[in-house]
């Protein structure tokens, strides 16, 4: 019996050639497949049409539609927000919530994000929140480094990224900066910067 490195991770034994080609074609395929229709077609025989591949090869790598869309939330979320650093953990993090605003005001990363947390559970959630909780961590980090006393993780997650997907995902209301200025604000009522 041989081993695989294949897991539902999408890691491949090959970091190139034919694998990392399939691998970005179902990506893209994802991709337009949750902008264009309804999840209702979000299926891995559709997936892979659209990629140009055997139903088979998806099932074999991915296994599930809720692995794959983990796998692409995973591979589209990483690095995409810079930590941002302005000199002060007030305009750091506005910054950081004015970036991930915009990032879930685009249609095509709202759709892969509801598609991801719908499908994949939370295996999806993590997969969508996990580099923008690190982006977080790093921002306050930096404020400790700085000798400040930032608040906990988990408070400024409840405080700044929570607010932000919850209103991005089940509601229509805007995402403008204004409002994720002021999430900022009420995290840091007593910051006069």
Do not use: N
């Not at 953990?89 to 605003?101: P, V």
């Amino acid at each position: 019996m041989t081993a695989t490195t294949s897991s539902t991770s999408g890691t491949a034994s090959r970091p190139g050639g034919r694998s990392a080609k399939v691998r970005a074609a179902v990506h893209r395929a994802v991709q337009v497949v949750v902008s264009e229709d309804s999840l209702d077609v979000l299926t891995i025989p559709v997936i892979a049409a659209r990629a140009g591949v055997h139903a088979t090869t998806v099932y074999r790598r991915w296994g599930t539609v809720g692995d794959l869309l983990a796998d692409v939330a995973t591979s589209r979320f990483t690095g995409d927000l810079v930590v941002p650093d302005t000199g002060s953990l007030r305009g750091d993090l506005e910054r950081y919530a004015f970036d991930l605003a915009k990032d879930l005001g685009d249609p095509d990363t709202l759709a892969l994000v509801r598609a991801t947390i719908g499908t994949g559970g939370e295996q999806g959630a993590a997969a969508c929140r996990g580099e923008r909780e690190r982006g977080l961590d790093a921002i306050l980090e930096r404020e400790r480094a700085r000798g400040g006393q930032p608040p906990a993780l988990e408070h400024t997650t409840d405080g700044v990224l929570a607010p932000l997907y919850y209103r991005a995902v089940f509601t229509d209301l805007p995402l403008t900066t204004e409002w994720a200025r002021d999430l900022v604000a009420r995290l840091l009522p007593d910051d006069d910067a």
